[in-house]
């Protein structure tokens, strides 16, 4: 088993991390979220450390609310959000 040199610190914005597939088709809003995102920049950022880092990135992404007030949130309830916005904060 490989490890990482160097301990991770928490995960950005508290996200919990998802593993699925690294082959994905995007939808335009999505991969204009995932290229102009501040939450994906950081997120992808986060990972780079890790062996296969690209099988958590889209699973992860997928899950990322940004709320209108700019929180970061989670709707781990439903299985594609895409960084849509949300009038109310999701709490874990």
Known sequence: MNTTKYLLLPTPYNLTVFK????????????EFILKSEVSRTYYNWLMDMEVADESFYSTMKTVVVNQDGTVGQDLNTNMTYGQERKQNISN
């Open 20 to 31: 699925g597939s690294k082959y994905v088709a995007l939808t335009r809003k999505f991969a």
